[in-house]
C-alpha cells in the first residue's frame, strides 16, 4: 500500500489519502515498514573560523543603562561553571517585570566579553520560537544552513554544540517545560540558562534562582539615574513613586522614562498614577501588587501617549492584538500613511519603553499588551487619528475599526504570495504565524469575516504543508465556525472549510469524525457548483480518501472512477490533477488487490506529474512511491528499488527530514530492502521513520502504529524478537484505539502480533490472535481478497505450528486458491502458496506412513 494525495483546487487544500506503506505478504508472514539520522562526513562544520566561533553572538543590547540592586544574583551566574564537561542548567525565576531577562543579559555580555562563546539568545516562549533561534544559530555557523527546514536546522545546531564547551544559551520567557525538553537532554556540555516566569518542575535546572522585587535603595537609584533628578529635594517623591511602583524593575523603568521624555515631576506622575488604576484590575490576578501598580502605570503612559503622539496610542493599541513574539516591522507598512510617520511613532513608542525595537522588529511585552487590550475602548470617530482612520476606512467609510480589526487586516495585507505549499514561504508564515493565531482570537466571530477566514484558512495551509495537523486543527475548526455563522451551511466557501477540516481530522487519524464533514463538504459542493465542477471532483476524491482509511475500499471506487472522470474532462489528460485522480484510483484498486489495473494508471500518473511540475516535486516524490509500491505488490521489488530510492531524495530536498511524507518515503524503502532480504540495511530507516512520525505526529497516531508494527517486523526479520515483541503490541493497541477492532489494519497488527509470539515459539498465544484477524480481513475485505489470502496462510501455518496439521489444509488450499486468482499464477505469493501447501501435504503423507496400524 502506499500514500495517496490531493493537490488545492478551487479554494480547497489537498487531500493527504492516508495510504502508508502497509504489509506485504512474503511467505508465511505480513512485513511491515521505518529512522536514524545518518550524517555525512562534514556535516557538523561549521563556515565560521574557529577562532571567530568564540565572538559569536546575537545579544540585544541591555534594554536600560541603568542596572541596580542584582550584584548578588549577577555574581552567582557568574560563579557557574563556563568550561569542562557536563552541562550547567540554570533557571531564573520571578514574575512579569521583575527583571529576570535584564539580569541575564547582563551576565550574558559580562560573559562574552570574557572569551566565551558562541552566546546564542533564544526566545522561548513557544516551541517553534525555540526552533527558530536554534536554525538561526546554525545558520550564522554556517550560511548553508539557511535553505534547510527550520526543525532540520536546530537540530543541527544542538548536534554542533554536543561535545564542545564554553558556549551559552539564554531559552528567554520559557513556558513550557516540554517546549526545552529535547534540547536540554541532548545537550552535555556548555552553559544554560532558563528565564520563566512559571513555577513548573523544570528538571535538570538545579535549585531556581528566584528574583523578587527590588529593595528600596535600589529602586530609588534606578529612578534617580534615568530620570537624572539626583538632588535630595526630589528624593523624597522619587522613593514615594518607587514604593507606589511595588519596586519592580520594569515598572520602575518605565516610571523613569516617562518622566524622562516628558520632564513630568514626579510629584505630578504619582498624583496621576494614584488617581488613575484606569479598571484594568479586573484583569490581573487578585492580591497580586505588583501587577497592580504596572497596570496602573502603563495606564498612565498610554494617556500620556495619546496626547504627546494619537498616533503611537493607537499604533500600541493595535500591536496589543498581536503575539508577544517578534513582529516583522513590514507587517506594519500601511498602519500610516508613510514610511517616515510609521518610523516616527514607532520611536516614541520606544522612547516611552513601550515596545522593543529593531531594525527587522518590533516587539511589545506580553503584560503591555494585556493592559493596553483591557483599556482599550469602543472606537470614537472624532478621536481616531487622521492617518490609521486611512487604513481602516478604506472599505467602512463610516465607523472606525476596532484595533484588533486592524491588527487582522495588517496582517492579511502581509500574508506572502503563492501557495502556502512552497517551501520558499515557510519562513515568511512561520514569523507571522503566532501572531495570526493571537489576533483570531480577538476576533469576533460576526460581521464580516471574509478577512479572518481567509488569514485562517492560508496559515492552516501552511502548517498543513509542514505535517504539523495537530497545530492546523483549532485554526480549522475556528474557520468553520466563522465562515458557517457568517455564510451560512450551504454556502462553497462552507465546504471548502468543512473540507480542510475532515482532511485535518484525517491526517491525525479521526477517520470516523472526518467522514460526516467530507460526505456534507461534498453535498454542497455538487449542489452549489454542480456535479461536474472540478471542486466537486476533488470532494469525491477527499470523501474516498476517508473511505478507504476506514477500510471501506469497495464504497471508495466508484467515488474515485467519478472524480477522475469529472476531473480530466474539465481539465484535460495532462493537469496534475488529473495525476492525482490516477493516483488515488490506482490505490483504491491495490488497496482491492487489483494490481494489475493499478499499475497503468500509476505509470501514467508519474508521467504526467513529472512533465507538468518536474522531476524534483514533491509531487513526484509521491508518485515514483506509489509505482514503485504497486511494483511490490506485483512481487517486482527489484524495479521497485531505485523509484523508492529517487523518491526519498526527491522528498527530503523538498519537504525536509523531519516531514511526515518524508517518513513514508524511508518506510517504504525500507519495506523494498527487507522484501529482498535486506534486513539490516531496512532497520535504520525504520528506526528514523518511526522517530519523525512519532514526532510529527504523535505516540496515538495510526501511522506511528505502522511504523512500530513495521520496525517489530525488521526486528523479527533478523531473530531480535524479545525486541519486536513490546513494538508489536504497542502497535495493536495504538491501532486497535485509533481505528477499532474491526478495520483491516486492526488485522495486519494482530496477524503481525502473531508472527511475533510463533517466533518466540508461543503458538498457543498467537492461534487466536490470527484466527480474529482472518474473520476481521475477510468481513471487511471479501472472501476473494489477496490480503484474506494471507491471513488464511498464516492461521494455517500456526495449526501446524501446533501439530494441526489436519486442520490446517483446507486453509492452505483455499489460500492458494485465492492468491492466484487474485494475483495471477506467477506472482511469488503464488509461488509461496504452493510451496506451503506442497510442504504441509508431504508432513501429512509422512505422518499417514509412520502411524500405527
Known amino acids: 500500500m502506499t500514500d495517496a494525495q490531493t493537490p488545492p483546487a478551487s479554494g480547497g487544500r489537498s487531500a493527504a489519502a492516508g495510504h502508508s506503506s502497509g504489509v506485504i505478504a512474503t511467505g508465511d508472514q505480513a512485513r511491515i515498514e521505518q529512522r536514524t539520522l545518518v550524517l555525512p562526513p562534514g556535516a557538523l562544520q561549521a563556515a565560521v573560523p574557529d577562532e571567530a566561533i568564540a565572538r559569536l553572538n546575537n545579544l540585544p543590547a541591555p534594554d536600560s543603562r541603568v542596572f541596580k540592586g542584582r550584584d548578588d544574583d549577577l555574581a552567582f551566574l557568574r560563579a557557574l561553571p563556563s568550561t569542562g564537561t557536563g552541562i550547567v542548567a540554570q533557571s531564573v525565576r520571578g514574575m512579569g517585570g521583575v527583571g529576570k531577562s535584564t539580569l541575564v543579559l547582563h551576565h550574558a555580555h559580562a560573559y562574552f566579553r570574557a572569551g566565551h562563546g558562541p552566546v546564542w539568545w533564544i526566545e522561548a516562549t513557544t516551541s517553534a520560537s525555540v526552533i527558530a533561534e536554534l536554525a538561526s544559530l546554525a545558520t550564522a555557523l554556517n550560511p548553508v544552513h539557511a535553505a534547510l527546514p527550520l526543525d532540520e536546522a536546530a537540530a543541527w545546531a544542538v548536534t554542533w554544540l554536543q561535545g564542545r564547551t564554553g558556549w551559552l544559551l539564554i531559552f528567554d520567557n520559557a513556558e513550557e517545560p516540554a517546549d526545552l525538553r529535547p534540547y536540554l537532554g541532548r545537550l552535555s556540555t556548555g552553559q544554560v540558562l532558563v528565564t520563566t516566569r512559571r513555577d513548573l518542575p523544570w528538571h535538570d535546572l538545579g535549585t531556581p534562582l528566584r528574583l ?79 501587577q497592580r501598580t504596572i497596570a496602573q502605570l502603563w495606564s498612565v503612559t498610554l494617556n500620556a501617549l495619546h496626547d504627546a503622539d494619537p498616533h503611537a496610542a493607537e499604533l500600541l493599541r493595535v500591536m496589543a492584538h498581536f503575539a508577544p513574539d517578534p513582529l516583522p516591522r513590514h507587517v506594519l507598512t500601511t498602519a500610516l500613511p508613510t514610511p517616515q510617520a510609521l518610523d516616527h511613532v514607532l520611536g516614541v513608542l520606544a522612547a516611552y519603553s513601550m515596545i522593543t525595537l529593531t531594525d527587522t522588529t518590533v516587539t511589545v511585552h506580553r503584560l503591555v499588551q494585556t493592559v493596553v487590550r483591557t483599556t482599550t475602548p469602543t472606537p470614537n470617530p472624532q478621536r481616531q487619528p487622521r492617518g490609521i482612520r486611512r487604513l481602516l476606512h478604506r472599505n467602512r467609510p463610516t465607523a472606525p475599526p476596532h484595533p484588533s480589526e486592524t491588527a487582522l487586516t495588517l496582517l492579511h495585507a502581509a500574508m506572502p504570495p503563492g501557495s502556502p505549499e512552497d517551501v520558499a514561504t515557510w519562513p515568511d508564515w512561520q514569523r507571522l504565524l503566532p501572531h495570526i493565531q493571537t489576533t483570531s482570537k480577538h476576533q469576533p466571530d460576526t460581521g464580516d469575516v471574509s478577512e479572518l477566514a481567509a488569514l485562517l484558512g492560508r496559515a492552516t495551509f501552511y502548517v498543513w504543508a509542514r505535517g504539523q495537523a495537530a497545530q492546523a486543527l483549532p485554526l480549522e475548526e475556528r474557520a468553520l465556525q466563522i465562515t458557517e455563522t457568517a455564510l451560512g451551511p450551504d454556502h462553497p466557501d462552507t465546504a471548502t472549510r468543512l473540507n480542510n477540516l475532515a482532511l485535518t481530522l484525517s491526517d491525525l487519524g479521526r477517520h470516523t469524525e472526518a467522514l460526516p464533514l467530507a460526505e456534507r463538504a461534498l453535498r454542497v459542493t455538487e449542489t452549489t457548483l454542480g456535479p461536474d465542477h472540478p471542486t466537486t471532483a476533488l470532494r469525491l476524491g477527499n470523501l474516498a480518501v476517508t473511505l478507504s482509511a476506514m477500510g471501506r475500499h469497495t464504497e471508495a471506487l466508484p467515488l474515485e472512477e467519478r472524480a477522475l472522470q469529472i476531473t480530466e474532462t474539465a481539465l484535460g489528460p495532462d493537469n496534475p490533477t488529473t495525476a492525482t485522480r490516477l493516483g488515488n484510483l490506482a490505490v483504491t484498486l491495490s488497496d482491492l488487490g487489483r494490481h494489475t489495473e493499478a499499475l497503468p494508471l500509476q505509470e501514467r500518473a508519474l508521467h504526467v506529474t513529472e512533465t507538468a511540475l518536474g522531476p524534483d516535486h ?51 524503502l525500507a519495506q523494498t530492502f527487507s522484501d529482498l532480504g535486506r534486513h539490516t540495511e531496512a532497520l535504520p530507516l525504520k528506526e528514523r521513520a518511526l522517530h519523525v512520525t512519532e514526532t510529527a505526529l504523535g505516540p496515538d497516531h495510526p501511522d506511528t502504529a505502522l511504523r512500530l508494527g513495521n520496525l517489530a517486523q525488521t526486528f523479527s526479520n533478523l531473530g531480535r524478537y524479545a525486541e519486536a515483541l513490546p513494538l508489536g503490541e504497542r502497535a495493536l493497541q495504538v491501532t486497535e484505539t485509533a481505528l477499532g477492532p474491526d478495520h483491516p489494519t486492526t488485522a495486519t497488527r494482530l496477524g503481525n502480533l502473531a508472527y511475533i509470539l510463533s517466533d518466540l515459539g508461543r503458538h498457543t498465544e498467537a492461534l487466536p490472535l490470527e484466527e480474529r ?81
Open 773 to 853: 484477524a482472518l474473520r476481521v480481513t475477510e468481513t471487511a475485505l471479501g472472501p476473494d481478497h489477496p490480503d484474506t489470502a494471507l491471513r488464511l496462510n498464516n492461521l494455517a501455518v500456526t495449526l501446524s505450528d501446533l501439530g494441526r496439521h489436519a486442520e490446517a489444509l483446507p486453509l492452505q488450499e483455499r489460500a492458494l486458491q485465492v492468491t492466484e486468482t487474485a494475483l495471477g499464477p506467477d506472482h511469488p505469493d503464488t509461488a509461496l502458496r504452493l510451496n506451503n501447501l506442497a510442504r504441509l501435504r508431504q508432513v501429512l503423507s509422512d505422518g499417514e506412513r509412520t502411524s500405527p496400524p
Open 212 to 290: 523578587d522585587t527590588l529593595p528600596p535603595e535600589a529602586s530609588l537609584a534606578i529612578l534617580q539615574e534615568i530620570t537624572g533628578r539626583l538632588s535630595e529635594d526630589d528624593a523624597g517623591s522619587l522613593a514615594d513613586l518607587a514604593q507606589e511602583l511595588g519596586h519592580l524593575p520594569l515598572a520602575l523603568q518605565q516610571a523613569g522614562a516617562y518622566l524622562a521624555q516628558t520632564r513630568t515631576s514626579p510629584d505630578t506622575y504619582l498624583t496621576q498614577l494614584r488617581a488613575d488604576p484606569a479598571g484594568v484590575l479586573a484583569a490581573t490576578a487578585p492580591g497580586d501588587p505588583q
Open 618 to 668: 514533491p509531487d513526484t516524490a509521491l508518485r515514483l512511491g506509489n509505482l514503485a509500491s504497486t511494483l511490490s505488490d506485483l512481487g517486482r521489488h527489484t524495479e521497485a528499488l531505485p523509484l523508492k530510492e529517487r523518491a526519498l531524495q526527491v522528498a527530503e530536498i523538498a519537504l525536509g527530514s523531519d516531514h511526515p511524507d518524508t517518513a513514508t518515503r524511508l518506510g517504504n
